[in-house]
């Protein structure tokens, strides 16, 4: 809310004087004193804060720059960009946030570890779930055949070497954390009684347990397999010429699209509660679960030939504005823009980006102005970059065809949004992030301009 002020009421104000009146519910003054903001209505706390994503942001294009310089391109050089991310953002969620201290992580830090003899059959039972559940993935990568098909089969790789070192630190990572978790019986627990014979187990808890790993196992997967490639295409990339407004713009979205592929695959790989970056929750609805698969291989409807592919008959930007220097810089400048709201949004999350996942309410960088803003920039991102209704087949039907896809495709976001909205909206927490996005968002303002005009 902004208030307006008489010039004559401020000047003059020494600055103890301009601080006690911001103190009382009012921003920075305007240089001229004449405007200030109404704090009445903070933005609530972020689950995250601003320094997580730019330290990884930092580190990243450290490695970025010594993997161009020796031209170290292959695959694990980009796993090794993913640690290079991930090591100074977990340094400073530990050591500047101090993430593994609070209250939502269920660790009691300042209690002394319960004995191991109390805790050491609900740490079995635990292992014998989280064993149960990795053979349980591991089955499904092996029996389905797209695992096995072009990029999946890095990601199935890296899979296969990590798996015995995973195996052999579970043990004594849930042994020495259960013995200082406030509650150490979760669903991954009540898994291991159940296949212990327990039949009073936490159904819920187990079903909730089922799916943040599907998650994490089909994400993970996922961004492994797309990672390496955007890796090597954006390092070894040639560094265009200020003056080419299309290579320039393509050369910017390859690096924030490779800096958001960067941060989403070391989000999925740190779900951890040391870090405050387990999952709270994993997506309880069928609707939600259905609306997002279908933007993901192998059941993405967007693909070639797909039902809501439109593409046919369509060029890239620059082919149909190559006549128009003008038009080349604006909708070029548009669409790197649009880019980096969305690499933003993921470096927003630091360690915790996740798919059909609650693991803390952001607010945020661009989560202050809308609920969305990666949805958002990515659909808009979508139409300017296709312009779906001019195509090169001279057909009226095929150009009015893509647009009315592109819009369905628009709409599959919506509806994206909307499930993910449901699921979140249990948290008290959001709850009060969506009704303050609601007073002070980009959408709120503009109709309160709209209305005003």
């Not at 064993?131 to 089955?139: C, S």
């Not at 070497?161 to 669903?187: E, Q, V």
């Not at 039902?307 to 909708?331: C, F, K, Q, V």
């Not at 495709?409 to 992030?433: F, I, P």
């Amino acid at each position: 809310m902004q208030n307006s002020v008489r010039p004559e009421l401020v000047e003059g104000l020494s600055l103890l004087e301009r601080s006690a009146l911001e103190g009382q519910g009012f921003d920075k003054l305007s240089p001229n004193g004449t405007v200030l903001t109404n704090l009445t209505d903070p933005r609530p706390r972020s689950a995250v804060s601003h320094g997580v994503g730019i330290a990884g942001l930092v580190g990243l294009a450290i490695w970025m720059l010594i993997a161009r310089h020796f031209e170290m391109y292959g695959p694990f050089s980009a796993i090794t960009a993913a640690v290079a991310a991930g090591i100074p953002m977990v340094a400073w969620s530990v050591f500047v946030d101090k993430v593994h201290r609070n209250r939502t992580t269920g660790i009691d830090w300042s209690a002394p570890p319960q004995p191991l003899s109390e805790t050491i059959d609900i740490s079995l039972a635990k292992l014998a779930g989280l064993w149960a559940t990795w053979a349980i993935l591991a089955a499904i990568y092996w029996t389905s055949r797209f695992y096995w098909i072009g990029n999946y089969t890095f990601a199935m790789k890296a899979f296969t070497i990590a798996a015995p070192f995973l195996f052999i630190a579970s043990i004594p990572y849930i042994i020495w954390f259960d013995r200082r978790m406030k509650n150490p019986r979760d669903g991954c627990w009540a898994f291991g009684c159940l296949l212990m014979g327990d039949k009073l187990a936490d159904r819920s808890a187990i079903a909730d347990h089922l799916r943040s790993w599907a998650v994490k196992g089909f994400f993970t997967a996922f961004m492994l397999s797309g990672f390496p490639g955007n890796f090597f295409d954006t390092v070894q990339r040639a560094l265009p010429a200020l003056t080419d407004p299309v290579g320039l713009a393509n050369f910017l979205i390859s690096v924030m699209f490779l800096i958001d592929m960067t941060l989403a695959t070391v989000g999925y790989i740190l779900t951890m509660k040391p870090l405050d970056a387990h999952i709270r929750s994993a997506m309880p609805y069928a609707s939600g679960w259905t609306a997002a698969l279908i933007c993901y291989p192998p059941f993405v409807l967007m693909g070639n030939g797909g039902p809501l592919d439109y593409h046919p008959g369509t060029m890239e930007w620059s082919y149909w504005l190559r006549n128009y220097p003008a038009l080349l810089w604006i909708n070029g400048t548009a669409l790197v823009v649009l880019t980096g709201v969305y690499a933003w949004a993921t470096i927003a999350f630091g360690i915790r980006f996740s798919n059909l996942t609650h693991r803390g309410i952001l607010t945020h960088g661009p989560y202050s102005w809308m609920r969305h803003p990666a949805y958002v920039s990515k659909n808009i991102f979508w139409w300017l970059s296709t312009i779906p209704f001019l195509v090169n087949t001279e057909s009226v039907t095929d150009a009015i065809r893509n647009t009315v896809i592109m819009a369905a495709v628009s709409g599959v976001y919506y509806w994206r949004a909307m499930t993910e909205e449901r699921h979140l909206r249990s948290d008290e927490d959001y709850r009060a992030y969506a009704a303050w996005i609601d007073r002070n968002g980009w959408f709120a303002r503009l109709k309160r301009v709209v209305k005003a005009a």
